[in-house]
């Protein structure tokens, strides 16, 4: 397979090695720019300006590791990375766990599978802004659809997005209620197990439950890791959920210019990456945001070197070469 | 309709039928638990749209009530919305946003995919690594920087900043680009070299049309990232309201008209309207893609 990927010279022959490596630079040249222009060099300024003061205005202003320093004074650092990793837990097994029940269960279906399927994949496709306020209209605590269906059972609503101590789960369900994509990931996967191994099981006497257990699961959880994985990084990257349901739920008229709703209720919703955005762009203490962005990368490179390891034992595995 | 289109191939492994049981009762009441509870789950993703749309048509005094069907349907809800704000302008802004990013990525990826998937040379391997590595970075870790520079160039208050890097580099398109050529036979390519077209037209000629389903889904997913982004615009546009696009505009909306749900209801549904009339035309892509995305990553 490797042997046979790619028009690779015949060695001696120097005029024809220049001609590729050539055609190499030409169809790479845009993306090479492209990578170095906006990763390469913004990856190496925030770490320079990390050891500055700058407000955008006046040059910056070497101050050493004042910024990582004022770190470890700054409560509502603390708080964001509090809250941040509380999505890391909460919403990576809540929706790894939630895509794969739901196509457990489209995969068992018989009949009707693709009206399903479509149905539970489209709100992924809905824009995070959109989708945020859907579940802010639904589950409004003053007679709101949820609100009512509690109201059946004599259960009050919790307040959502107006409680501290609820704006995190009500995120939460806006996130797994746009989880499609891992559901169709991990169906494709599902029905991708042979069938001679439920087969063997059956006749080993496993009913359905054991045969999920036993079979399926181990059979998709590379998939799953890549479930993992994926959900780590969009719980660390967690921002326009986060802002507007804050700006809605404080009721604030303006999106921009004001910061008082970033992080409403009581900063329950103000994770990194808000935080992060607040001090850089409304504060415009650049250096101190800088200097956040540059734990955020160590942190989200460590995630990302996991997720390359898992793809190199997978496609050496099924491919047996060329593959990441 | 949409169940036909979406069915799935037929080599597809259905339940293996017990011929010790047969189809006895028992199998019956099976069949229709798994369905209640297939049909359960449609229906609880289905309903938040359902109630978004019954809210959006009730006329104003019942908005803001407990009703759950609207009293009268006033449709022309949909078409007040663009009063109360400057809806079109916002519109043409997201159009320009996510058709030139698409348009630019199309140009800049399909030759780097294809340099990643069909081309040998040294630090292919490395190169693809940074791909990836690019296309899980937050992008709030490079914002300052980046800001910083469209800043200093004039070029903040504009979609400028947000454009342009999609006619050089987008890794995500890079990456699903990549992993759909690695399925075209490279015999194809070898045969179109042996035949003495260079690379270039290899590429246009064998590997794009073969790639079409895969270029297809990677457009796709690139215009509905940008028509749904909201970190970028705000980042750029926030305080240049003419510049703002929807989603933007969409999470200003709600907080000026906070009481009538109407209207933000009827806001928030046409913003999801083009995610789903492009699903309905190109399911078969979407689907392909988000499983290339995780299955043979």
């Not at chain 1, 837990?89 to 766990?97: G, H, N, P």
């Not at chain 2, 036909?4 to 099976?30: Q, V, W």
Request: proline letters at 7%; glycine letters at 8%.
């Amino acid at each position: 397979m490797t042997t046979t990927l790619g028009a690779r010279p015949a060695p001696g022959r120097g005029r024809a090695r220049a001609r590729h490596r050539l055609t190499v630079l030409a169809f790479t040249a845009p993306a090479v720019l492209g990578f170095v222009l906006f990763f390469g060099y913004p990856l190496v300024a925030t770490v320079v300006f990390s050891f500055t003061r700058y407000d955008l205005i006046n040059p910056p202003e070497l101050t050493g590791l004042a910024n990582y320093e004022f770190m470890f004074k700054d409560p509502l650092l603390v708080k964001a990375i509090t809250n941040t990793l509380w999505f890391v837990v909460v919403l990576t097994l809540a929706r790894t766990a939630f895509a794969l029940g739901v196509a457990s269960v489209i995969a068992r279906l018989k009949s009707g599978v693709g009206l399903i399927r479509t149905l539970c994949y489209l709100p992924s496709l809905a824009p995070p802004v959109a989708a945020t306020l859907v579940f802010f209209m639904v589950l409004r605590p003053n007679g709101g659809p949820v609100d009512s269906f509690l109201g059946w059972f004599g259960v009050d609503s919790p307040l959502w997005f107006s409680d501290p101590a609820w704006a995190k789960p009500g995120i939460t369900a806006i996130m797994l209620w746009i989880s499609g994509d891992l559901m169709i990931i991990i169906l494709a996967a599902i029905l991708d197990v042979p069938q001679e191994q439920y087969e063997a099981a059956e006749l080993d006497g496993a009913g359905p439950v054991r045969r999920w257990w036993h079979v399926t699961l181990p059979t998709i959880s590379p998939v799953l890791l890549f479930g993992v994985v994926n959900s780590v990084i969009l719980a660390l990257q967690l921002f326009t959920q986060a802002v507007v349901a804050g700006s809605a739920g404080s009721g604030a008229a303006d999106a921009t210019g004001s910061t008082k709703y970033l992080g409403f209720p009581d900063n329950s919703t103000l994770t990194f990456p808000v935080y992060l955005y607040a001090q850089g762009f409304r504060y415009f203490d650049m250096g101190y945001a800088a200097a956040m962005a540059t734990l955020l990368f160590v942190i989200s490179f460590g995630v990302t070197i996991l997720l390359v390891q898992r793809m190199r034992k997978n496609s050496s595995a099924e491919e047996g070469g060329p593959g990441a | 309709m949409t169940a036909t289109l979406t069915k799935p191939p037929s080599d597809i492994p259905t339940e293996p039928e017990n011929p010790r049981r047969g189809r006895t009762k028992g199998a019956f009441l099976h069949w229709v638990a798994t369905h209640a509870l297939g049909l359960a789950l449609g229906l609880m993703f289905a309903t938040p749209v359902v109630f978004v749309f019954l809210t959006a048509v009730m006329p104003d005094d019942q908005a803001f009530t407990s009703d759950l069907w609207p009293r009268e349907w006033h449709w022309e809800n949909f078409v007040e919305v663009f009063d109360q704000a400057p809806l079109f302008r916002y519109l043409v802004n997201s159009l320009t946003y996510s058709l030139l990013a698409t348009g630019g990525m199309l140009l800049s990826s399909i030759p780097a995919a294809y340099a990643l998937a069909k081309l040998r040379w040294r630090g292919r391997n490395l190169a693809f690594l940074l791909v990836i590595g690019a296309m899980m970075l937050p992008p709030q870790v490079v914002a300052v920087p980046l800001y910083d520079t469209w800043s200093s160039l004039g070029l903040t208050g504009t979609l400028w900043p947000l454009i342009v890097p999609y006619f050089l580099f987008d890794a995500f398109s890079i990456f699903l680009l990549r992993q759909f050529m690695l399925t075209i036979p490279q015999s194809y390519v070898d045969a179109a070299r042996v035949d003495g077209c260079s690379e270039f037209q290899a590429m246009v000629r064998i590997v794009v049309p073969m790639a079409k389903p895969g270029i297809a889904a990677t457009a796709l997913f690139c215009f509905l990232f940008t028509w749904n982004d909201y970190f970028g615009p705000l980042l750029y546009t926030g305080e240049v309201k003419d510049q703002w696009t929807l989603s933007l505009a969409l999470a200003t909306f709600k907080g000026m008209h906070i009481v009538q749900w109407n209207s933000s209801m009827a806001v928030t549904f046409l913003t999801m309207v083009p995610a789903v009339v492009l699903f309905v035309f190109a399911q078969k892509s979407f689907v392909k893609g988000i499983t290339f995305t995780g299955v043979k990553g």
